[in-house]
């Protein structure tokens, strides 16, 4: 799913003290427009269905390529927690 881009570029201009990349010093980031997920890793496979889930907006450098990774819930994107995604939405269609 596509985040809220003008949203999330407020909460990085109000909370990003810092704008220098760590990596290489340079200001040279781009912000993703889709929200992707983090989920636990489990050893045996990969585990369908309700579970912790953290949705996360990658902001690249587009210099040297460090990526960081923004939670949407904390950024106050318009996501609730604990639903599926779009895309498990569809798969059980
Ligand atoms: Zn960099």
Redesign the pocket.
Known sequence: MESDPQKLLGHLGHKWESKK??????Q?WVVGKNVFELREFHEKGFVIGPGPVIPIIPVT?S????TVLINAFIAGLPIRQGDPTDSEKEDRQ
């Open positions: 990349c760590p990596m290489c010093g340079e040279a450098c210099n040297c390529g460090n």
